[in-house]
């Protein structure tokens, strides 16, 4: 079940950059759960990664190496998350990485190691390691497609974006993938995000660009409220195009990162659209506020509600529900006779209460469809930030009940 036809497109290569896909049969016989990343010489990667205290061991010894060395391969699991693993699971993180490295000839700083599956078992490192020798042989810039699956955990359909843009003369590709469905709300979302173009960047422009784009779109996803051990997503600008380095002072960033938004908006939407049990997107728009963090925390308090949720699922315009969450939102002397809240182009919220010009007809008219907007005006400033979600339907609970088995 999942919001929208959300078919892949036809991926640009990008010059610099193969994949590979195997299977470890990690929780599946079979299934294609090895995903690996080869980078061409002088690329540069920057990175997110959750804010989660209990980060994963892949999570830690990506940034480790990251800072140590420019990745020439990412490797990458799903199956398992190897988080709550202690000890063990950093020397199991750090065991593939070495293993990967000495089949590539590069030094396992060189290789960036992400997970994503059930917290707290331990690795499975003799089903990875078996499997590295095949997902190294199949290496290609056009399995892409391939490699969107192969990270999928309890996604119902793989998710990628590909676009081109002309630099001064010059077409540079951008393609990417993700996953998630459930265990969502980022702090940098289990989610899992990789970027890949074949432009040079500078690495203080390469890091801006991923931290403010980040931000702008994984960043303002939700499903469930819960931060993952595991959340990362990596920019990767391999340099292989004919073009001049990008700067931040470079003509050509704005246009760069234009394309780069679209494609991290549209992989951090179809996470969303994939929600474990979603039927229908939502996109929550707080304005007027007096602050970022205050109109983060009013769209975050409506779609982190059970109560909005449910009635979203059902269709049931309860906009009670919603006025609710906003006054709980802990925004200091709120003027609830000032604000106002729609539904769609429905206004449910004036003066304190229902607006006067509110019908039940009205409000169900908007509940019925698939992808629906609530828009909260404040009214207290000139702060504006939106905030991406789904419903709670009965398979959320479905799936997250019979996750282990």
Same mark, same amino acid.
């Given at each position: 079940?999942?919001?929208?036809?959300?078919?892949?497109?036809?991926? %640009?290569?990008?010059?610099?950059?193969?994949?590979?896909? @195997?299977?470890?049969?990690?929780?599946?016989?079979?299934?294609?759960?090895?995903?690996?990343?080869?980078?061409?010489?002088?690329?540069?990667?920057?990175?997110?990664?959750?804010?989660?205290? %209990?980060?994963?061991?892949?999570?830690?010894?990506?940034?480790? =190496?990251?800072?140590?060395?420019?990745?020439?391969?990412?490797?990458?699991?799903?199956?398992?998350?190897?988080?709550?693993?202690?000890?063990?699971?950093?020397?199991?993180?750090?065991?593939?990485?070495?293993?990967? @490295?000495?089949?590539?000839?590069?030094?396992?700083?060189?290789? !960036?190691?992400?997970?994503?599956?059930?917290?707290?078992?331990?690795?499975?490192?003799?089903?990875?390691?078996?499997?590295?020798?095949?997902?190294?042989?199949? +290496?290609?810039?056009?399995?892409?497609?391939?490699?969107?699956?192969?990270? +999928?955990?309890?996604?119902?359909?793989?998710?990628?974006?590909?676009?081109?843009?002309?630099?001064?003369?010059?077409?540079?590709?951008?393609?990417?993938?993700?996953?998630?469905?459930?265990?969502?709300?980022?702090?940098?979302?289990?989610?899992?995000?990789?970027?890949?173009?074949? &432009?040079?960047?500078?690495?203080?422009?390469?890091?801006?660009? @991923?931290?403010?784009?980040?931000?702008?779109?994984?960043?303002?996803?939700?499903?469930?409220? #819960?931060?993952?051990?595991?959340?990362?997503?990596?920019?990767?600008?391999?340099?292989?195009? @004919?073009?001049?380095?990008?700067?931040?002072?470079?003509?050509?960033?704005? *246009?760069?990162?234009?394309?780069?938004?679209?494609?991290?908006?549209?992989?951090?939407?179809?996470?969303?659209?994939?929600?474990?049990?979603?039927?229908?997107?939502?996109?929550?728009?707080?304005?007027?506020?007096? &602050?970022?963090?205050?109109?983060?925390?009013?769209?975050?308090?409506?779609?982190?509600?059970?109560?909005?949720? $449910?009635?979203?699922?059902?269709?049931?315009?309860?906009?009670?529900?919603? !006025?609710? *969450?906003?006054?709980?939102?802990?925004?200091?002397?709120?003027?609830?006779?000032?604000?106002?809240? =729609?539904?769609? #182009?429905?206004?449910?919220?004036?003066?304190?209460?229902? &607006?006067?010009?509110?019908?039940?007809?009205?409000?169900?008219?908007?509940?019925?469809?698939?992808?629906?907007?609530?828009?909260?005006?404040?009214?207290?400033?000139?702060?504006?930030? $939106?905030?991406?979600?789904?419903? %709670?339907? =009965?398979?959320?609970?479905?799936?997250?009940?019979?996750?282990?088995?």
């Amino acid at each position: 079940m999942a919001v929208g036809p959300g078919n892949l497109p036809e991926f %640009f290569p990008v010059a610099g950059v193969k994949l590979g896909i @195997a299977s470890a049969g990690i929780k599946k016989p079979g299934h294609k759960d090895i995903v690996v990343f080869e980078l061409a010489p002088g690329s540069r990667v920057a990175g997110l990664f959750t804010r989660n205290q %209990f980060c994963a061991a892949p999570v830690t010894l990506s940034r480790k =190496h990251l800072a140590e060395k420019a990745p020439r391969y990412l490797l990458i699991n799903t199956g398992n998350a190897n988080a709550g693993t202690g000890a063990r699971g950093m020397a199991d993180a750090l065991a593939c990485c070495q293993a990967l @490295a000495e089949h590539a000839g590069v030094g396992a700083a060189e290789v !960036l190691p992400f997970s994503t599956g059930v917290i707290g078992e331990p690795l499975p490192i003799q089903k990875i390691l078996s499997a590295l020798p095949e997902a190294l042989d199949s +290496m290609a810039d056009n399995r892409w497609a391939e490699a969107a699956s192969g990270i +999928m955990t309890t996604d119902t359909r793989p998710k990628g974006a590909s676009v081109q843009v002309d630099l001064g003369g010059h077409t540079v590709s951008i393609s990417g993938i993700s996953k998630g469905a459930g265990m969502i709300r980022p702090n940098m979302a289990t989610m899992l995000g990789f970027i890949a173009t074949d &432009a040079r960047i500078a690495p203080d422009a390469l890091q801006a660009l @991923a931290s403010e784009l980040g931000e702008q779109s994984f960043n303002r996803i939700t499903i469930d409220g #819960d931060t993952s051990t595991n959340d990362a997503c990596t920019l990767i600008a391999s340099g292989q195009y @004919a073009g001049p380095e990008i700067t931040l002072d470079s003509p050509y960033l704005p *246009a760069l990162k234009a394309a780069l938004k679209d494609i991290y908006m549209e992989l951090a939407h179809a996470i969303v659209r994939d929600g474990e049990g979603a039927t229908k997107f939502i996109t929550i728009q707080v304005s007027g506020a007096a &602050a970022q963090q205050e109109a983060l925390d009013v769209a975050y308090t409506v779609a982190h509600s059970p109560l909005v949720k $449910t009635a979203l699922f059902a269709s049931d315009p309860n906009w009670g529900r919603i !006025l609710a *969450a906003v006054g709980r939102a802990g925004v200091v002397d709120l003027d609830v006779n000032a604000l106002e809240i =729609h539904l769609g #182009d429905v206004c449910l919220v004036r003066g304190g209460g229902r &607006a006067e010009d509110y019908s039940e007809e009205r409000g169900q008219a908007v509940m019925d469809q698939e992808e629906i907007t609530i828009a909260i005006d404040l009214k207290r400033g000139e702060v504006n930030e $939106t905030v991406w979600t789904c419903d %709670f339907s =009965h398979d959320y609970v479905t799936i997250n009940a019979d996750y282990r088995s």
